[in-house]
């Protein structure tokens, strides 16, 4: 946290922990607007930057368009127990988590 900010010339972080869309609402522009909105809820309250983890495909696109910079990539096949056993087996369609960061103007 301290060292992104540090990187980022950033005092106050907005971390997005859960974006989350209801299938039937996906497609629509939701997701994105969502982000949009907390962006703006964001800057109101002082936060210079932000930073998300994306575990999904789906919303990996979505900061993506919106101008979110990908700090790291981490596979779920990489996240193994003491003994190397996959921990995140059914991960479905989404084979891995990004990081990303955004400086807000």
Do not use: P
């Amino acid at each position: 946290h301290t060292k992104l900010m540090s990187d980022l010339n950033c005092r106050r972080m907005y971390d997005l922990h859960f974006l989350s869309v209801r299938r039937s609402g996906r497609v629509r522009g939701l997701g994105t607007e969502l982000v949009r909105m907390g962006e703006e809820g964001a800057r109101e309250r002082g936060c210079g930057c932000g930073r998300v983890f994306a575990t999904s495909r789906f919303s990996a696109r979505i900061f993506n368009k919106l101008g979110w910079t990908q700090t790291a990539k981490l596979r779920y096949e990489d996240f193994v127990d003491e003994e190397g056993d996959t921990i995140l087996k059914e991960t479905g369609d989404h084979q891995r988590m990004v990081t990303f960061s955004k400086v807000f103007s």
